[in-house]
């Protein structure tokens, strides 16, 4: 299973985005308080659209909280890991796999990421912004993941137009 964690997310936009983006993929989305926002808030479900409902989700107290009741391995996004994302064989479907995110402000902390290096990682960007969006660096490594996993139980074909849309 494919698993988005967001370490204390502090935009309800992103989230929300998030959420859409998990539930058209079918990974399940952790959120580790505290958040900078409520769940219910407008703007979460804004941005998630009509989708959130689709979205599998829980709510940890804190990262103890989380990391207690989830086995698997834990892979971490952050503008300090020596590794490009694509490094990393995410082939394997029968992995319990966690991609966590930090907050939107300072990210993961240090001292988290320091119990496993060899799992930190860093999506290449050049040297005019610090990092990209949270919303769009989980839809870059959750489409890596399922591209190497040929995209377990997606679909290929357009199912509201047909496949053959474009050829009518």
Do not use: W
Not at 74 to 88: A, D, E, I
Not at 93 to 112: A, H, Q, R
């Amino acid at each position: 299973m494919i698993n988005i964690v967001l370490y204390e997310p502090e935009i309800p936009q992103n989230t929300g985005n998030i959420m859409r983006t998990c539930a058209g993929t079918g990974a399940k989305l952790h959120l580790i308080e505290p958040m900078g926002f409520k769940i219910t808030d407008k703007t979460v479900k804004r941005s998630g659209v009509n989708y959130i409902e689709h979205c599998d989700y829980t709510i940890y107290e804190d990262f103890e909280d989380f990391k207690s009741k989830n086995k698997g391995t834990y892979y971490y996004l952050t503008r300090y890991g020596r590794k490009p994302h694509t490094s990393f064989d995410f082939s394997n479907k029968d992995e319990n796999i966690y991609l966590i995110f930090g907050k939107e402000s300072t990210g993961i902390p240090k001292e988290i990421l320091k119990e496993d290096i060899e799992h930190c990682m860093r999506i290449p960007m050049n040297d005019n912004i610090r990092a990209l969006n949270v919303s769009n660096s989980v839809a870059i490594m959750l489409y890596e993941v399922l591209r190497q996993q040929d995209y377990p139980n997606l679909l290929k074909e357009e199912p509201f137009k047909g496949a053959d849309y474009l050829e009518k």
